[in-house]
């Protein structure tokens, strides 16, 4: 499902203890690329530090980003999206983009340990 960042997304109760994957690709304008690292690089610790979140990536090909993370919960997830952290963090994002944000909360499906 290809959604906008700021819809909600909602998880049948057969799937409410599984853990949420959470895939976020934002393209930057090109000239904005290293200001978009400084807040990433001045924000990370405090994402992973949130209640729920179990583990945060930023990939990058050329000016295009994503973020995968990795929460808890569909709960955990929507406690930093309505957090202070999220609303300054997303602030200074996305005026820095070429594109509108999409975002995908995920299930695994199958798994190779």
């Known amino acids: 499902m290809n959604t906008p960042i700021s819809q909600h997304h909602n998880i049948t109760t057969s799937q409410h203890h599984k853990m949420l994957r959470r895939l976020v690709k934002m393209t930057f304008q090109p000239d904005k690329v290293d200001d978009f690292i400084a807040v990433f690089e001045e924000s990370k610790q405090k994402i992973r530090g949130m209640p729920g979140c179990q583990h945060l990536e930023l ?12 929460w808890e919960s569909e709960e955990a997830l ?5 957090s202070d952290l999220f609303k300054t ?21 199958s798994e190779t340990v």
Do not use: C, D, P
């Open 89 to 109: 963090t997303w602030a200074k994002t996305k005026i820095l983009f070429s594109e509108k944000a999409e975002a995908w909360s995920l299930e695994v499906q």
């Open 59 to 70: 990939w990058r090909n050329g000016n295009i980003f994503f973020t995968y993370s990795i």
């Open 78 to 82: 929507n406690h930093y999206r309505y």
